[in-house]
C-alpha cells in the first residue's frame, strides 16, 4: 500500500482569516492526502516544528494579511534548519505579482492567489511530490 502524501496547512502570522486555507485543506484531503491544518496565528518556528514532527512531504502558507515578505523568508530558514530542504512549500493568498519571483528565488515551490482551482493545487503537489527540489 503506497503511503499517502502528507500536507501540512498554516496560517503564520496575525491573519484571522482561515476560509482559503479550510477549503484548500478539504480539497487536498478529498484528492486522498493527509492533511495538518495548524490553525491561526501561528509562528515561523511552529510551523517548521509542526513540518518536522508531522513528517510533511509539503507545506502550504495562507497568507492573507500583506507580511508574506517578511513571514516566507523566515518558515523557510526555520525549515531549513530542521533539515526539511525536500519538503516542498508553497503560498496562498493575497500575493502582489510582483512579489511570486522574488518569492520562487527564496525557494517557494508555487504560489497560487485568490480564485485558484483546487485541483491545480492538487496537480502541484503530486508534482512536487514526484519531483523532489534539487
Request: net charge negative.
Amino acid at each position: 500500500m503506497e503511503r499517502k502524501i502528507r500536507v501540512l496547512i498554516a496560517k503564520p502570522g496575525l491573519d484571522g482569516h482561515d476560509r482559503g486555507a479550510k477549503v484548500v485543506a478539504r480539497a487536498l484531503r478529498d484528492a486522498g492526502m493527509e492533511v495538518i491544518y495548524t490553525g491561526l496565528r501561528q509562528t515561523p518556528p511552529m510551523i517548521a516544528e509542526a513540518a518536522l514532527q508531522e513528517d510533511v512531504d509539503v507545506v502550504g502558507l495562507s497568507i492573507l494579511s500583506g507580511a508574506h515578505m517578511a513571514l516566507v523568508p523566515r518558515v523557510l530558514e526555520e525549515m531549513r534548519r530542521r533539515g526539511l530542504d525536500d519538503v516542498a512549500l508553497f503560498v496562498g493568498g493575497i500575493i502582489p505579482p510582483d512579489d511570486v519571483a522574488p518569492l520562487k528565488e527564496m525557494g517557494v515551490r508555487e504560489v497560487f492567489g485568490p480564485g485558484t482551482n483546487t485541483h491545480d493545487v492538487v496537480t502541484f503537489i503530486r508534482q512536487a511530490v514526484d519531483e523532489p527540489t534539487a
